[in-house]
Protein backbone atom coordinates (compact mmCIF):
# COMPACT_ATOMS: atom_id res chain seq x y z
CA UNK A 1 0.00 0.00 0.00
CA UNK A 2 0.55 3.78 0.32
CA UNK A 3 3.18 3.16 3.29
CA UNK A 4 5.31 0.57 1.44
CA UNK A 5 5.62 2.99 -1.36
CA UNK A 6 6.76 5.53 1.35
CA UNK A 7 9.08 3.26 3.20
CA UNK A 8 11.04 2.39 -0.22
CA UNK A 9 11.75 6.35 -1.05
CA UNK A 10 14.81 7.76 -0.52
CA UNK A 11 14.21 10.76 0.63
CA UNK A 12 16.73 13.87 -0.07
CA UNK A 13 16.24 16.61 1.99
CA UNK A 14 17.20 20.17 0.07
CA UNK A 15 18.81 22.32 2.58
CA UNK A 16 19.22 25.88 1.42
CA UNK A 17 23.22 26.60 1.43
CA UNK A 18 23.76 22.55 1.22
CA UNK A 19 25.14 21.66 -2.13
CA UNK A 20 21.50 20.70 -3.31
CA UNK A 21 19.73 22.54 -6.18
CA UNK A 22 19.18 26.08 -5.22
CA UNK A 23 15.82 27.52 -6.68
CA UNK A 24 14.85 28.06 -10.29
CA UNK A 25 16.58 29.75 -13.21
CA UNK A 26 19.02 28.95 -15.94
CA UNK A 27 21.47 31.75 -14.59
CA UNK A 28 22.40 29.63 -11.68
CA UNK A 29 24.13 27.38 -13.45
CA UNK A 30 23.88 23.37 -13.53
CA UNK A 31 22.78 21.82 -9.97
CA UNK A 32 25.07 19.30 -8.36
CA UNK A 33 22.30 16.62 -7.80
CA UNK A 34 18.97 15.86 -9.25
CA UNK A 35 15.87 16.58 -6.81
CA UNK A 36 12.88 18.01 -6.35
CA UNK A 37 13.44 21.65 -4.35
CA UNK A 38 9.85 22.20 -3.64
CA UNK A 39 6.26 21.77 -4.27
CA UNK A 40 4.09 24.64 -3.49
CA UNK A 41 1.38 24.81 -2.13
CA UNK A 42 1.06 21.58 -0.32
CA UNK A 43 -3.30 22.87 0.62
CA UNK A 44 -4.08 23.40 -3.34
CA UNK A 45 -7.71 23.72 -5.12
CA UNK A 46 -7.32 24.26 -8.83
CA UNK A 47 -3.36 23.84 -8.84
CA UNK A 48 0.40 23.60 -7.53
CA UNK A 49 3.87 23.97 -8.89
CA UNK A 50 6.57 22.14 -8.19
CA UNK A 51 10.43 23.18 -9.07
CA UNK A 52 13.41 20.58 -9.31
CA UNK A 53 16.81 19.95 -10.73
CA UNK A 54 18.66 17.63 -12.90
CA UNK A 55 22.16 17.34 -12.84
CA UNK A 56 22.19 15.25 -16.72
CA UNK A 57 19.22 15.67 -19.19
CA UNK A 58 17.10 12.81 -18.99
CA UNK A 59 12.99 11.49 -18.03
CA UNK A 60 11.08 12.86 -15.32
CA UNK A 61 7.99 10.98 -14.38
CA UNK A 62 5.25 12.85 -12.35
CA UNK A 63 3.00 10.44 -10.81
CA UNK A 64 -0.20 11.75 -8.77
CA UNK A 65 -2.58 9.45 -6.48
CA UNK A 66 -5.36 9.43 -4.29
CA UNK A 67 -5.53 8.02 -0.77
CA UNK A 68 -6.33 5.06 -1.66
CA UNK A 69 -3.36 4.94 -3.92
CA UNK A 70 -5.03 4.92 -7.33
CA UNK A 71 -3.18 7.08 -10.06
CA UNK A 72 -5.20 10.13 -11.16
CA UNK A 73 -2.40 12.16 -12.53
CA UNK A 74 0.90 10.93 -15.06
CA UNK A 75 2.96 13.56 -16.34
CA UNK A 76 6.11 12.50 -18.43
CA UNK A 77 8.60 14.84 -19.32
CA UNK A 78 12.20 14.75 -21.48
CA UNK A 79 14.47 17.76 -19.82
CA UNK A 80 17.98 18.80 -20.56
CA UNK A 81 19.66 19.82 -17.38
CA UNK A 82 18.94 22.67 -15.15
CA UNK A 83 16.85 23.89 -13.47
CA UNK A 84 12.93 23.37 -14.14
CA UNK A 85 9.71 24.67 -13.30
CA UNK A 86 6.40 22.91 -13.84
CA UNK A 87 2.60 24.25 -12.84
CA UNK A 88 0.38 21.03 -12.76
CA UNK A 89 -4.03 21.57 -13.24
CA UNK A 90 -6.19 19.93 -10.96
CA UNK A 91 -9.28 21.14 -11.10
CA UNK A 92 -11.06 17.90 -12.19
CA UNK A 93 -9.70 16.55 -9.23
CA UNK A 94 -12.33 16.19 -6.23
CA UNK A 95 -11.31 17.04 -2.45
CA UNK A 96 -8.83 14.92 -0.45
CA UNK A 97 -5.22 13.76 0.24
CA UNK A 98 -3.31 13.30 -2.42
CA UNK A 99 0.34 11.99 -3.00
CA UNK A 100 2.65 13.26 -5.96
CA UNK A 101 5.63 10.91 -6.44
CA UNK A 102 8.77 12.36 -8.60
CA UNK A 103 11.27 10.55 -10.51
CA UNK A 104 14.39 11.50 -12.10
CA UNK A 105 17.14 9.11 -13.27
CA UNK A 106 17.63 7.22 -9.73
CA UNK A 107 16.22 9.77 -7.70
CA UNK A 108 12.86 9.23 -5.88
CA UNK A 109 10.27 11.23 -3.48
CA UNK A 110 6.88 11.37 -2.33
CA UNK A 111 5.17 14.47 -1.49
CA UNK A 112 1.50 14.99 0.11
CA UNK A 113 -0.95 17.63 -1.50
CA UNK A 114 -4.27 18.23 0.09
CA UNK A 115 -7.20 19.31 -2.47
CA UNK A 116 -9.98 21.89 -0.99
CA UNK A 117 -12.74 22.87 -3.14
Do not use: M
Not at 20 to 28: C, E, H, R, T
Not at 65 to 81: A, C, L, M, N, Q
Request: glycine letters at 16%; a positive charge; charged letters at 25%.
Amino acid sequence: GRDAVLSRIDLWVHRRGGGGPQGSGGDQGLPAKTGLISLYPSLVSDGFTISYGLARPGVVLIDLYDGSGRRVKEIIRKEPSGYHRLSIPIGDLSSGIYFLRFKAADYRRTEKLVVVK
